[in-house]
C-alpha cells in the first residue's frame, strides 16, 4: 500500500494561484496523480505523472492551467493550479496506480488514494 497525504488546500480569491503537496510513502508505484470531486459530482481526473521518466497527462478541462511537478528528495508530487476560478472549488485527492500508466490512472484504475485537501475558491 502507498499512503497520500495532501496538502496545501485552502480559500483564495478568483484569479489567484495555489499549489497543492502530496507526500507518498510505502511500496513501489508507477503513477501518480490528482483528482477532485465537487459537491454533488463525481470524482474527475486532473492529471498524472509516471515515476520513472516524469511524463505528464492532463486532463483538457485543465490543460495549460494546471501543472504536475515532482521533488525526488522528498517523494512528492505538487498541483501548481493557476488562475482559479469558483468552478475549482472541490476536494483535491492524490491517487496512485502501483503499476499502470498516467493514462491508465486517467481511467480511474487508482490502487491507493489520499484523504483530500479542500480547495475553496470565492469570487
Known amino acids: 500500500q502507498v499512503q497520500l497525504v495532501e496538502s496545501g488546500g485552502g480559500l483564495v480569491q478568483s484569479g489567484d494561484s495555489l499549489r497543492l503537496s502530496c507526500a507518498a510513502s510505502g511500496r513501489p508505484f508507477t503513477t501518480i496523480g490528482w483528482f477532485r470531486q465537487a459537491p454533488g459530482k463525481e470524482r474527475s481526473f486532473l492529471g498524472a505523472l509516471g515515476w520513472s521518466d516524469s511524463s505528464t497527462y492532463y486532463a483538457d478541462s485543465v490543460k495549460g492551467r494546471f501543472t504536475i511537478s515532482r521533488d525526488n528528495n522528498k517523494n512528492a508530487v505538487y498541483l501548481q493550479m493557476d488562475s482559479l476560478t469558483t468552478e475549482d472549488t472541490a476536494a483535491y485527492y492524490c491517487?496512485?496506480?502501483?503499476?499502470?500508466?498516467?493514462?491508465?490512472?486517467?481511467?480511474?484504475?487508482?490502487?491507493?488514494w489520499g484523504r483530500g485537501t479542500q480547495v475553496t475558491v470565492y469570487p
Open positions: 491517487a496512485v496506480s502501483h503499476w499502470g500508466s498516467p493514462q491508465a490512472l486517467a481511467l480511474m484504475n487508482v490502487d491507493d
